[in-house]
């Protein structure tokens, strides 16, 4: 007949056992951890590196006639900083407006009067650092308000805030853009009697006709970005060329 083996642990090795055990899947330097540890956390980005070669950058020419400059690139004439909690700071250098990430807003407020509707809105805005929208515009639709939103949700979602209630993620204007760091991107935004247009580097992005709709600003801070304002959100951004002019009726392209 075959005997079945048995192995016995003393209570002393048993303890011992356990305990290696335990060393082997805890302890700092085990597998695990070791690989782990192997992975590099993503390089920040050098944002004074950034803004030197984005101030050196020369700007594309802009689209059109009557276009006037609100931003002299050297102060903040026309503007004030938005009085966000846990904002960042917000200076002039290099010819750009530099908007230092806050927590979680950064903003400027434009101070003279601008149209409530037939006008353009066009600027320059880069992200220098962070992961979200690095240009959220503010902006009058008649007696109302909305949002265009440039790399929020994560970085690449660009569209308006808010139409019938809906934010630029919910809504039929929300794209996904691949949105580059140390990259200028030019932002255009239209707003006319039926319809609300907006432009990235010349490519039509936004196009919603507005007959019919509640046009909205999504509830919170951004509502301090009123009447006229541009913000960031948990991130660095670089603005410049901030223009505006009056648009025709007619002019619906």
């Known amino acids: 007949m075959k005997v079945k083996e048995t192995l016995v642990f003393s209570p002393v090795s048993l303890v011992l056992a356990l305990a290696c055990f335990g ?30 070669q984005a101030s050196i950058t020369t700007p594309a020419p802009f689209e059109g006639e009557g276009w006037r400059l609100v931003f002299d690139g050297k102060t903040l004439t026309g503007w004030q900083e938005t009085a966000f909690s846990g904002r960042g700071d917000v200076e002039c250098r290099s010819n750009l407006l530099v908007l230092s990430m806050g927590d979680p807003f950064t903003g400027v407020n434009y101070t003279n009067e601008i149209p409530k509707m037939n006008y353009e809105i066009a600027l320059d805005a880069m992200r220098a650092a962070g992961s979200d ?10 007696e109302s308000w909305c949002s265009l939103i440039v790399g929020g949700w994560g970085g690449s979602l660009l569209g308006i805030s808010s139409i019938d209630t809906l934010d630029a993620s919910e809504n039929e204007t929300t794209k996904f853009v691949n949105f580059e760091d140390g990259r200028w991107y030019r932002i255009r935004l239209r707003i006319t009697e039926r319809r609300i247009q907006a432009w990235l580097d010349g490519e039509k992005m936004v196009d919603v006709d507005t007959t019919g709709r509640r046009i909205s600003l999504r509830p919170g801070e951004i509502e301090m970005s009123k009447p006229f304002g541009i913000a960031a959100w948990q991130t660095t951004a670089l603005l410049r060329e901030i223009r505006i002019r009056p648009v025709a009726v007619r002019s619906q392209r």
């Open 23 to 52: 060393c082997a899947s805890n302890k700092p330097g085990s597998e695990g951890d070791f690989a782990s540890s192997k992975r590099q956390a993503p390089a920040r980005p050098d944002v004074e590196a950034i803004l030197k």
């Open 133 to 142: 929208f690095f240009c959220g515009v503010t902006v009058p639709v008649g």
